[in-house]
């Protein structure tokens, strides 16, 4: 917990600006439509693009202090984090308390760079201008898109995504000025989504190369609702060949491949040494908390051994018992996760753990 000093000089410049706060936001996003946003942030494959999602839904949408936390949390490097953090301030609407946003950050530095950002903006909120280009505009080509309305024929799923969820969706993939990146992203929604033909003709029609047209359906076949209106796909290809190998893919689809397993989730003895040196440096109990608690979010496969080793470098219980309840959904050998208790120097704190352990 950070101290009451901390806190109070972390809340003085929200007290002072807010006796006359030019408010551009009065509701946040509603909480289904901001958890679509939250997952659309985390499937990005690198931070460099999480950041630029992020960034988007901060500038298009209202958001509660609480919301911004849980954005700020999907990221790995404290600065990304922060630039984050500093452009979803303005769209925030309970500035109020956006200190609670201040916990999300591992180190104390960056919450300190907030801090400063934070008490220079609110004292000239109307200098602000939002570093965003406009939304974009979908333009989607002018072809015979099928409806689904009615459709009676087989499926793969149940129903199609909702119009106004696929078109967040298509601005998202279309914000990735990268093809590469934006193909890549677009087999993730069409893996995690059922669409209409009409939806995946549309979202093919977001890249250039017919290849990689091709690529997409390859993956979207398998989550198309009205499978009868495949053929119209054909649409998207003005090559002879490649609208020849698309009548060929929907008459015979190939199946998916099974996925690769994932290489085990370890913690190697250099990572962990790496670890355990990161937190002994930190000069600050709460910085130290902050820090392992981070670290365990991101890597989440920690061995029983390894929790109380990092629970050992806190000096006082509650910090230790703080961390070890946290640690349970990072690690990988729960079964054994009663040995954590031997890193407790006070039996009441073991019983405390103990007590924890039985409700999970």
């Known amino acids: 917990m950070k101290s009451k000093i901390i806190t109070f000089m972390l809340l003085f410049p929200f007290v002072f600006a807010f006796g006359q ?22 499937l990005q494959p690198t931070e460099e693009l999480k950041l630029r999602v ?29 630039d984050f953090v500093k452009a979803a301030w303005h769209n925030t609407v309970d500035k109020e308390n956006y200190y609670f946003v201040y916990d999300a950050f591992a180190y ?32 989607f080509p002018a072809f015979n898109y099928p409806s689904p309305e009615g459709y009676p024929g ?20 279309l914000a990735n000025n990268s093809e590469v990146h934006r193909l890549m992203l677009l087999k993730q929604m069409a893996q995690n989504n059922c669409m209409s033909v009409a939806q995946a003709m549309k979202f093919s029609s977001l890249l250039q190369s017919e290849e990689n047209r091709l690529s997409f359906f390859r993956v ?38 099974q996925p690769i397993e994932p290489p085990p989730c370890v913690v190697s ?68 996760y009663y040995q954590v208790a031997d890193a407790f120097s006070f039996s009441s704190n073991k019983e405390k753990l103990m007590k924890f352990l039985n409700t999970k």
């Open 21 to 42: 706060r030019p408010q551009r936001c009065d509701v946040a996003v509603p909480e289904q439509i901001f958890k679509q946003k939250q997952r659309s942030v985390s």
């Open 54 to 82: 992020a960034m988007t839904v901060a500038s298009n949408n209202c958001l509660s202090s609480e919301q911004v936390r849980l954005l700020a949390d999907l990221f790995v490097d404290d600065f990304s984090r922060l």
């Open 108 to 139: 104390f530095s960056t919450v300190f760079m907030l801090h400063d950002y934070v008490q220079a903006v609110s004292s000239r909120p109307h200098d602000y201008i939002p570093p965003y280009e406009p939304p974009l505009s979908l333009n």
């Open 154 to 173: 087989p499926t793969n799923c149940n129903s199609p995504i909702r119009e106004d969820v696929f078109l967040e969706m298509a601005r998202q993939a």
């Open 220 to 257: 979207a076949i398998f989550s198309i609702y009205d499978q009868s209106n495949l053929p119209l796909g054909a649409q998207m290809f003005a090559h002879i060949p490649n609208k020849s190998e698309y009548n060929r893919m929907i008459s015979n689809p190939t199946p998916q491949p």
């Open 269 to 336: 003895d250099p990572e962990l040494s790496q670890i355990l040196t990161s937190i002994k440096n930190e000069s600050f109990n709460s910085t130290r908390l902050t820090l392992a608690k981070q670290i365990l979010r991101s890597k989440q496969c920690f061995t029983t051994a390894q929790v109380k080793e990092m629970v050992r470098l806190f000096s006082f219980d509650d910090s230790r018992l703080e961390l070890a309840k946290y640690a349970w959904d990072y690690t990988i050998d729960r079964e054994n």
